[in-house]
């Protein structure tokens, strides 16, 4: 079956700080691959998506990601947070086309201290 | 334009009742996925419907169900209500998968 799996499960980091979260999928065939961000009692939010083509993805508010085949890993990352970053992140992978079920991992925690 | 809307915003039921929620989709959009979201078990998919007829199920029990209607809003029913159906519901659409999916704000069962 597939799954995804976030390495972090609570990250503290200071303003100004650099983030990567990790991110790894278990499915071997094409993939779909999300991030979404949780905003504290706000509802998900998609930063970035990768279908195809460039391996590097750019998305809102700074954040791109990294899409690496051979690693199957999908990792998110911003050069410098800010104390608005304090959210919940999710990695999620769509397998296949025309399907709109998401595989999700379990969440990091991001606490940007001010 | 309007986003992902889910009703009612909470609910509270008792153990063995049942309970529908729903979701209207944003406009043009056609696949509609359901999703439950636990402190335990995170974001697991429920089902997805794709003009009316639905596409992929996760793994849950025959109590939830669900339905889409001929304008794309959806359904989902839970029957026979146990207590670790507390959850958070929520509902995403999309117009195409590439996409990507447009959350709502989710339906907060409680089950006492």
């Known amino acids: 079956a597939q799954s995804v799996s976030q390495h972090n499960h609570h990250v503290i980091l200071s303003e100004a700080a650099s983030l990567e979260l990790g991110c790894n999928y278990s499915?071997?065939?094409?993939?779909?691959l999300f991030w979404y961000v949780q905003y504290p009692g706000q509802h998900l939010q998609l930063l970035l998506k990768y279908f195809s083509g460039d391996p590097l993805v750019k998305g809102i508010k700074g954040f791109e990601a990294e899409f690496i085949k051979s690693k199957f890993s999908f990792n998110l990352r911003k050069p410098s947070v800010q104390w608005s970053d304090t959210a919940e992140y999710f990695c999620a992978v769509n397998v296949g086309s025309n399907t709109g079920k998401l595989i999700f991992g379990q969440g990091t925690t991001l606490q940007v201290k001010p | 334009k309007a986003g992902v809307t889910q009703t009612p915003r909470y609910l509270i039921k008792t153990r063995g009742q049942q309970v529908t929620l729903s979701c209207s989709p944003i406009s043009g959009h056609r696949s509609v996925s359901w999703y439950q979201q636990t402190p335990g078990q995170g974001l697991q998919f429920l089902f997805e419907?794709?003009?009316?007829?639905?596409?992929n199920k996760g793994n849950f029990p025959g109590r939830f169900s669900g339905r889409q209607f001929s304008n794309s809003r959806s359904e989902m029913n839970v029957s026979t209500l146990e207590l670790g159906d507390s959850a958070l519901y929520l509902c995403a659409s999309s117009f195409e998968g590439r996409n990507g999916y447009t959350f709502g704000s989710g339906t907060r069962l409680t089950v006492v």
């Open positions: 499915y071997g065939g094409t993939v779909n």
């Open positions: 419907y794709f003009s009316e007829t639905q596409r």
